[in-house]
């Protein structure tokens, strides 16, 4: 009986196991995501590709306008990504700090900056 119940709890442990890992991977935001943008008439893609070690977030967020911003203060909580990026603007610089929630082939994020809310973009995984 002792035996049955050491090879169970090994198997119990193996599925738990396993199945958190698969979640991980399922929310794993790493990799490239591209977003299409409006304001006004114009039309532009943001691109954007995150590297996760831990629970710490890295890469680059590339605008429509050309310009490409490194992702500073990167982290992911469950299924919350938080990051500022510094941009130029008028031959200065402002914060801009992002925030939102991630899914397996979605992530949504809004923006604000100098204390205004900018806007919301719904950036989709692109799968290589």
């Known amino acids: 009986m002792e035996k049955l119940l050491n090879i169970l709890a090994r198997a119990t442990l193996t599925m738990v196991t396993l199945a958190a ?39 680059t967020l590339s605008e429509p306008s050309g310009q490409t911003l490194q992702i500073e203060n990167g982290v992911i909580e469950s299924s919350q990504l938080n990051f500022d990026c510094s941009a130029g603007e008028h031959g200065g610089t402002k914060r801009i700090h992002f925030f939102g929630q991630v899914t397996a082939d979605v992530i949504t994020l809004h923006n604000e900056s100098n204390g205004r809310q900018g806007i919301t973009m719904t950036f989709h995984r692109v799968k290589d």
Do not use: C, I, Y
């Open 21 to 59: 890992f698969g979640f991980a991977q399922a929310n794993d935001p790493s990799g490239r995501w591209t977003a299409t943008l409006q304001r006004g008439d114009a039309t532009g893609v943001a691109e954007m590709t995150l590297k996760v070690a831990g629970n710490h977030v890295t890469g």
